[in-house]
Each structure stands twice: as structure tokens, then as C-alpha cells.
């Protein structure tokens, strides 16, 4: 037994990957759910509109922050902020009432404001976009972003590293295709069955569990392109610097486990102190998820989720021409131009051969 | 004079302070077979990566069909790795048929000595198959050059002599073949032999032409383990040949002195390029 621990001890020791993961994990871990594993909201930024907004904003208890007095706007202003995302919260003071709304979207910040609104004897509140407030609503539409990021990165990663432990990626080094075709080539399916994945998950939330879809399927399909980009770069990535299938799954999960808890897909964003939301904010889930509640459960048009569909487009663009970059410089090494450069040099000079 | 379809000149190549080629000059002309020898790690593969442009030299140049390697050059090139580049979860034709496409859709007749089972996983063709599928692979769009890393390992005597007779007829038919072996019995059907040892070109030319006069000392004894172990004592290396010893280098007198007293009967005889080989690559 002992021969085999001092063996098991050398080959931990010399695979650093897998000794890093076992560092690094328990510190993430201890990070995430120490800081960021919160359901727990503090603060809610608030919107006061109608005649009475200043009067009403001064009399607000805690956690409410009252981030816009806005007299001249009317209900359906304050309907289209909650829709547009601009606040989770607007307060409606009419000359004849006060309304509170809420964004049921954010499912953790309206139910710590209906308790507050409780404990302090609001009149009336109505919750927009998800009224009963259930989990499934706002659930479905992030899990569709947790299965595009499986697919794109994990399965992507997997399958092109198979190509090089199998020594075929070489094979496809030789023939003559560029390194344009083979990635997109190699991407194009798992692109085409995330796409299925996608729409079956979309298609069972809403009519199995009758999840809410009020906005366009056009501009859902265009953030979810626009994901895919980005977990299928990653992965192709992933691939590049991992050398068999064991490094890429380890590489994926380590990619994917702060994706999944520091995205605002569980944990709310607001609740998590800003040395850890900064973090949720490199990463893709974090705006699809965004992309997606906000337009199945708000109906938000693109021109209100510019935000999110700009990040996404950046790090798309990113991380797709760094992985580009590095596939490229395998299929067609690095100084291959300046070689030919100077073999036509050599030639025009008289060399051999 | 032939056609030279692939040429290095003085190509170098270095890994950190590592030099694995050391200025090589290597040539294929259409029509030529030539065998590309060296022990493990001499920088057989790395000299094919470089030829095929899948690696950049330090320095020197590198030409295939007249120009630097390319994509364009690539596609007249058959290629059969060491790890034979098959997709084992796709079957043989299967496998056949994206070759056929990559090389944009050309299909050239098959000879029959690479005809394997069509419908079969690659994955779970014995590897004599698997080598053949590899070959058919290569030969599928005619190419006018091979590179042949190693296409006969593991292969048994049989596969084996159908695969070179492919090779032969390949080389006879007017393409280019570069191919590396560790059978001496294999090299011996090449035009030409390259040897490398340590990343320098120590030795060109027809086998015997790389053999020369170079001679061995055969030791003819009753028992030799005993005749092994004085020849070690002495600082020689010998090889066991059915039950005699040969010592290369061809140094009678040494020999002789080192195993008198042991009955055993030492004469000179013509290396083979086995012998020859190891003479060159352990200096």
C-alpha cells in the first residue's frame, strides 16, 4: 500500500493541472460561497414617478435606494423601466394612489421587496412579468444559457481534443484546407445541436411548465448565436492548451463552475459584494442570462438589452479570434509566411534546392 | 534528370537550446524512393513535420513542388503519420469518403492490396487493416509525393509485403516516395537511403553504397555467452546471429586478442546495413 500512496503522490506532483484544480477549487469555492452564495438582498435600487414622487421617495424604509425621483412620468413609464431593466422596483404616486411594481424577473429582489413593502404597510403591490413568482419562470430561461455553455464548451472541447490525441488533427494539418473551414467545420455542428438544445428547452419551459415567453424569438436566437460564439470559442480554446480529454473536462469545469454560481443565474448579482460581482461581470452567462429573462419574461425589444448584447458581441469577438489564432497557428504554424518569404528569396537568389 | 517534388537545404531546428536537425540537406525527385533511417530521436519526424510546413526550421529552406510548403502544395502530398490519422469512430469508408472530399472530391483507382472491409469502424479493424485503411487514405486523390512515417509498424510479414509492393508501384509509376523505416530488410528496397543520427546527416546513397567496404567480425564458438561476456570486458560490442557473434567495426586484431584462450574462431566478413547502421548512429 505504502509503494502505492508515494507512487500516486509522484504522479499528483507532476501533474500540475490537477494540482492546481485542487488548490484552486477550494479557494473559489471558499470565495463564491463565502462572499457571493447569497439570497440575501440589501439593497434595491427604486424608482419614484408621478405627482407624488418626492414626497413618497422621502418616507421609503430600507433596503430600498431611491436612485430616480421622476414627477413627470406616469404608469406606463414606470412599466416600461421594470421591462427595460433599468430598476427591479418603481414606485407609481398617483394623485388618487400609490403603487409599488415589481420586476418578478428577479425573483430574489421582489420577493425581499414585497417582505419590505410588507413589514411597512404598503397599500398596494403588483408584480410584473412573473406575478407568481416562481422559480421555474426565471429558472427555465437561464438553464437554456447553462446548456448552451455545456454544449459550446465542454462537448466542443472534448471533440476537438479527441482530434489531436488521436493524431487526426495533424492528418487535417496535411490536407489542403484552410484553417477557417476546419474550425468552422469542426464548430458547425456543435453550433447546430446547441441550437436543437435550445429550442427544445425553450419550447418544455413554456409548455410544460408555463414559463412566460413575451418577447421576440428573433432577438433570443441572436443573443443565443451570439453566446454560442463565445462557449464555442472557449471550448476550441480549452482544447488548444489541453492535451488529452481529462485536462479539457478540468479546463471546462473550471470555466464553467464560476459561470454557473457568479453569473446571477442562482446567486443575484445585487446580493454579491462588488469585489465578487466584478468578476460575474467577464463572464458570457451573466448576459445571456440577462438577454433571456429579459426577453421570454419582460419582453424586452433589443434596443433596451444593447448592453448585454454589446459585452457578448466584444467577448465573442475576442475570445473567437484568439481561438482562431491559436488553431491557426497549429494547422498553419506561425512563420509559415515568413518561410515562404524567404524560400522565394532563396529561390530568386539562385539557392538550392 | 527527374523532377525534384520535395528538398531541404541546411534545415535546422531547435527546441530551446536543443538542437534536434542540424543542418540537413535532404532531396525526392518523382519517381524515387527514398528511406529515411535513424534511431529514436534523431529527428526523423521532426525533418517530415518541417518538410510538410506543419513546423517552421530555425533556418535553412524547404521546398515541395517548386515552392515553400503550402496549402496548395499540401494537396498533392499522401500522407500516412505514425499514428495513422484515422477517424476510428467512423468506418473505412466512411473514412475514405472525408479523405476524398478534404482533397476536393479526386478518387483515384485503388489498388487491390488496399481494398479493406467498407463498412466496419476503423477502430475495430486489426491494426494490418488499419495501416491498409491508412494507406488507401493516402493513395485516394494519386498524389504526386508520399510521406510515409513508419506505414509497415506492427504490421506481419504477409500485410507487409503487399503494403511496399503499393509503395514500389507508386514509386514505379512516377511519384515521389519518402518513407522511414527501422527494418534495415524495408530500407534495402529503397533507391536511396538518408540516415540521421542525433539530427546530422551522417550517411547518403544506395544501401551499398552506405555499407562500402565496411566489415564485421564473425565469431563462430560452442558457447557464447561466455565469448559475449569477454567481448564486453573488452569494451566490445557484439550481436548475436543465429548462434554466432558479429562485432562491427572490423577490428580482427582486437578481437582476436580479447577472445584468446576461449576456443572461439574469429574471421572477417561484409557488414550488412544493419551493421552499418548501428556502426554509423553509435559512432
Not at chain 1, 212 to 237: E, K, M, N, Q, Y
Not at chain 1, 332 to 347: D, E, H, M, S, T
Not at chain 2, 75 to 93: F, N, S
Not at chain 2, 232 to 237: I, K, P, S, V, Y
Amino acid at each position: 500500500m505504502w509503494a502505492m500512496i508515494v507512487k500516486e503522490f509522484r504522479q499528483m506532483r507532476r501533474d500540475r493541472r490537477t494540482l492546481a484544480m485542487m488548490i484552486v477549487m477550494p479557494v473559489l469555492l471558499l470565495i463564491v460561497f463565502g462572499y457571493a452564495a447569497s439570497f440575501d438582498v440589501t439593497s434595491i435600487p427604486v424608482r419614484v414617478v408621478g405627482v407624488h414622487a418626492a414626497e413618497v421617495a422621502g418616507r421609503l424604509p430600507a433596503p430600498f435606494e431611491v436612485t430616480a425621483i421622476a414627477s413627470a412620468e406616469d404608469r406606463s413609464d414606470a412599466t416600461r423601466a421594470l421591462r427595460d431593466g433599468v430598476v427591479p422596483v418603481v414606485v407609481v404616486a398617483d394623485a388618487d394612489a400609490v403603487t409599488v411594481l415589481l420586476d418578478g424577473s428577479e425573483l430574489f429582489t421582489a420577493n425581499a421587496a414585497r417582505a419590505a413593502l410588507a413589514r411597512a404597510g404598503a397599500p398596494q403591490v403588483e408584480v410584473l412579468f412573473n406575478p407568481d413568482l416562481r422559480t421555474s419562470a426565471v429558472m427555465v430561461p437561464g438553464l437554456a444559457g447553462m446548456i448552451l455553455l455545456f454544449v459550446g464548451t465542454v462537448i466542443t472541447s472534448l471533440g476537438v481534443v479527441r482530434e489531436r490525441q488521436t493524431g487526426t488533427l495533424e492528418q487535417l494539418a496535411v490536407m489542403p484546407l484552410r484553417p477557417r473551414d476546419v474550425f468552422l467545420g469542426k464548430i458547425a455542428p456543435y453550433f447546430l445541436v446547441a441550437a436543437l438544445d435550445l429550442t427544445v428547452v425553450v419550447a418544455a419551459g413554456t409548455l410544460l411548465f408555463g414559463v412566460p415567453f413575451h418577447g421576440s424569438l428573433l432577438v433570443l436566437a441572436l443573443g443565443a448565436v451570439l453566446f454560442l460564439f463565445v462557449t464555442l470559442g472557449t471550448g476550441v480554446l480549452i482544447s488548444s492548451v489541453s492535451q488529452n480529454q481529462g485536462q479539457a473536462i478540468q479546463l471546462a469545469m473550471m470555466t464553467l463552475l464560476p459561470q454557473v454560481l457568479l453569473s446571477g443565474l442562482i446567486f443575484p448579482l445585487r446580493s454579491m459584494p462588488l469585489g465578487v460581482r466584478w468578476i460575474g461581470y467577464l463572464l458570457p452567462l451573466t448576459y445571456f442570462t440577462q438577454i433571456s429573462r429579459g426577453v421570454m419574461l419582460r419582453g424586452a425589444p433589443l434596443t433596451t438589452l444593447w448592453q448585454p448584447f454589446l459585452y457578448l458581441t466584444l467577448l465573442g469577438v475576442a475570445v473567437v479570434t484568439f481561438a482562431m489564432l491559436r488553431f491557426r497557428a497549429f494547422l498553419a504554424p506561425q512563420g509559415a509566411r515568413r518561410a515562404r518569404r524567404r524560400g522565394v528569396l532563396a529561390l530568386a537568389a539562385g539557392s538550392k534546392p | 534528370m527527374s523532377e525534384v517534388l520535395a528538398g531541404c537545404l541546411g534545415v535546422s531546428h531547435r527546441y530551446g537550446d536543443s538542437t534536434v536537425l542540424d543542418a540537413v540537406d535532404l532531396q525526392v525527385s518523382a519517381g524515387e524512393l527514398v528511406g529515411l533511417l535513424g534511431a529514436n530521436g534523431a529527428g526523423k519526424t521532426t525533418l517530415i513535420r518541417i518538410l510538410l510546413g506543419l513546423l517552421v526550421p530555425s533556418s535553412g529552406h524547404v521546398r515541395l513542388f517548386g515552392e515553400a510548403p503550402s496549402r496548395r502544395a499540401r494537396g498533392r502530398i499522401g500522407y500516412v503519420p505514425q499514428g495513422l490519422g484515422l477517424y476510428e469512430d467512423l468506418t473505412a469508408a466512411e473514412n475514405l469518403e472525408f479523405t476524398r472530399a478534404a482533397f476536393g472530391g479526386r478518387w483515384a483507382v485503388q489498388p487491390a492490396a488496399l481494398t479493406v472491409p467498407p463498412d466496419v469502424l476503423a477502430g475495430r479493424l486489426p491494426l494490418g487493416l488499419q495501416r491498409r485503411l491508412a494507406f488507401a487514405a493516402a493513395f485516394a486523390h494519386s498524389p504526386g509525393l508520399y510521406v510515409l512515417d513508419e506505414p509497415t509498424s506492427g504490421v506481419d510479414a504477409l500485410a507487409r509485403t503487399h503494403l511496399w509492393d503499393v509503395i514500389r508501384g507508386v514509386a514505379d509509376s512516377g511519384a515521389g516516395v519518402l518513407v522511414t523505416t527501422h527494418s534495415m530488410e524495408e530500407a534495402e528496397e529503397c533507391d536511396r537511403l538518408v540516415m540521421l543520427t542525433a539530427g546530422r546527416l551522417v550517411a547518403e546513397g544506395t544501401a551499398a553504397d552506405i555499407i562500402g567496404d565496411s566489415e564485421v567480425v564473425t565469431v563462430a564458438c560452442a558457447d557464447w555467452p561466455r565469448a559475449l561476456a569477454v567481448l564486453e570486458n573488452a569494451g566490445l560490442r557484439a550481436a548475436l546471429v543465429g548462434r554466432s557473434l558479429r562485432v562491427p567495426g572490423g577490428d580482427l586484431v582486437r578481437v582476436r586478442a580479447a577472445l584468446a584462450g576461449t576456443g572461439a574462431i574469429a574471421g572477417l566478413a561484409r557488414a550488412t546495413l544493419e551493421e552499418r547502421f548501428v556502426e554509423l548512429t553509435t559512432g
